[in-house]
Nanobody, 116 residues
Framework: QVQLVESGGGLVQPGGSLRLSCAAS????????TGWYRQAPGKQRELVAI???????NYGDSVKGRFTISRDNVGNTVDLQMNSLKPEDTAVYYC??????????WGQGTQVTVAS
C-alpha cells in the first residue's frame, strides 16, 4: 500500500502559475507510472500528465506545452508545474501511482480554480 497526499492547489488568475506536489508514503522509485489526473464538475476524470519508471512522460493534449511533470525518487514526490493557466483548467487534481503489480493508488485530490 502507498498513500498519496497532494498539496499546492488554490485559486489563481488566468495566465498564472501553480505548482502541485504529491508526497508518497513510501518509495516511488519502482512505480510503473506516477502522475496526475483531473476531474471537472460534470466531466470524466482525464489524464493531465504521467511519468513512467524509465522517465518517459505523456501529457493530455490540452496541457501540452504549459504543464511539466517531474518526479523525485529520493524525496518520493511527484510535482506538476502548471503555467499559463486557463479557466478550463479548473478541476480537482488527483495524484496517481501504478505499482509493479499494476495495482493503482489515488490521492484525495486538491482543488485548482482558475478565475479572475
Amino acid at each position: 500500500q502507498v498513500q498519496l497526499v497532494e498539496s499546492g492547489g488554490g485559486l489563481v488568475q488566468p495566465g498564472g502559475s501553480l505548482r502541485l506536489s504529491c508526497a508518497a508514503s513510501r518509495s516511488i522509485f519502482r512505480m510503473r507510472h506516477t502522475g496526475w489526473y483531473r476531474q471537472a464538475p460534470g466531466k470524466q476524470r482525464e489524464l493531465v500528465a504521467i511519468i513512467s519508471y524509465e522517465g518517459l512522460t505523456n501529457y493530455g493534449d490540452s496541457v501540452k506545452g504549459r504543464f511539466t511533470i517531474s518526479r523525485d525518487n529520493v524525496g518520493n514526490t511527484v510535482d506538476l508545474q502548471m503555467n499559463s493557466l486557463k479557466p478550463e483548467d479548473t478541476a480537482v487534481y488527483y495524484c496517481y501511482a501504478q505499482g509493479t503489480s499494476f495495482n493503482e493508488y489515488w490521492g484525495q485530490g486538491t482543488q485548482v480554480t482558475v478565475a479572475s
